[in-house]
């Protein structure tokens, strides 16, 4: 006779088990799903890299905007604190000359009320009281007005100073900031390309080092033969190249667009200047200032240093200056047959690309 009783239930420590291993699927399901995802392809993170260098390079900007505001500022305060020594030195002057009159009127019978009032903390309120004593004298009164004047000048002094000083912490901090955010942009793009194999890396490099050498073929195929040794020679970063004629649209522009020619393979480095490396805006001022023309430091700036000719580039010609992107955050020089001579990019050399590579928002005649 069959038996109906019924099975026993499972205990805890199975149930444990069967939840643990049900559990443990469900993850390995879902690892193996995530490790299914595609890697981004060579284009794609050579794309994104490119995105955080152009972030970092607004970046930079600005922060070569705010070095050039603390510059300034620096100067000013340095200025001013000339300004309240002297002053203070006047006033000091003129203190001791009253205190003169106190000794001589002490030595002669104690002070007079008039004198007690000079030595008033506040000028004005002495001035307010003095003017109801009859013993005050107007030559007393003249000192008094002229320290009142200088202690005057003394104060707005101090407060411009002050508040220089304070505008000078603001950028300080400021300046701090914007170099952090390009560190920050820089350290995503090299961890974005340490994703890469070697052999990814070298084929970015091979595209990069091809696009130049054709950018450079273009920009020198109709250039004299003493531009084009100019811009052959990169291995002679550290020399200036002599200007050359190569129908510009001013001569200043011509003598620029060769001095720039000269630093071809000068590595691109945030913030700087020259002689041995720069930044895109670091580079077109070194370059137009060997020529004798001084524009401003940052790409913003130099957008509206000269005469804005248009934004196609059917008006350009060699020398002029190009301004990249709506907020004129990247800049060069225009080499001629479609190409610009610029400093491009962290891990790039100066070098000549294809001017629609980048979006041009206006041509700047200097």
Request: glycine share 8%; proline share 5%.
């Amino acid at each position: 006779m069959a038996s109906h009783r019924r099975p026993k239930p499972a205990g805890r420590t199975r149930v444990s088990i069967l939840t643990g291993v049900a559990a443990a699927a469900v993850a390995l399901s879902a690892q193996t799903g995530a490790h299914a995802d595609p890697q981004p392809t060579l284009d794609q993170v050579k794309g994104q890299v490119d995105k955080l260098n152009e972030q970092a390079e607004q970046a930079s900007e600005k922060y070569n905007a705010s070095q050039e505001k603390q510059q300034t500022l620096q100067k000013q305060v340095s200025d001013l604190q000339d300004q309240v020594a002297r002053q203070q030195s006047k006033v000091t002057d003129l203190q001791g000359g009253l205190a003169e009159v106190a000794g001589e009127q002490y030595r002669n019978g104690g002070i007079s009320p008039t004198v007690q009032l000079m030595f008033n903390s506040s000028p004005d309120s002495f001035l307010n009281q003095a003017g109801q004593l009859n013993q005050v004298s107007s030559t007393q009164k003249g000192q008094l007005k002229e320290l009142q004047g200088e202690q005057r000048q003394l104060d707005q002094a101090r407060g411009e100073a002050q508040g220089k000083l304070t505008e000078l912490d603001a950028t300080t901090k400021q300046l701090k900031a914007d170099k952090d955010d390009i560190q920050g942009k820089l350290k995503a793009a090299q961890d974005l390309l340490n994703t890469l194999t070697e052999k990814q890396r070298e084929e970015m490099r091979a595209a990069d080092a091809a696009a130049a050498a054709k950018a450079q073929a273009e920009a020198t195929k109709a250039a004299p033969p003493a531009a084009d040794r100019a811009s052959r020679d990169s291995s002679r970063s550290s020399d200036v190249a002599a200007p050359v004629s190569v129908a510009p649209g001013s001569s200043h522009g011509a003598a620029a667009l060769s001095y720039a020619a000269s630093k071809l393979g000068s590595p691109y480095v945030y913030g700087a200047t020259g002689p041995g490396s720069f930044d895109c805006s670091g580079l077109v001022q070194w370059a137009f200032n060997q020529a004798g023309v001084s524009l401003p430091r940052t790409s913003q700036e130099q957008a509206h240093a000269g005469t804005r000719i248009g934004s196609d580039l059917s008006v350009a010609q060699p020398g002029d200056v190009l301004i990249f992107y709506g907020d004129a955050h990247h800049v060069g020089i225009y080499a001629g047959n479609g190409q610009v001579l610029h400093a491009p990019k962290p891990g790039a050399s100066v070098r000549y690309e294809a001017v629609s590579n980048m979006p041009l928002a206006s041509v700047v005649r200097v």
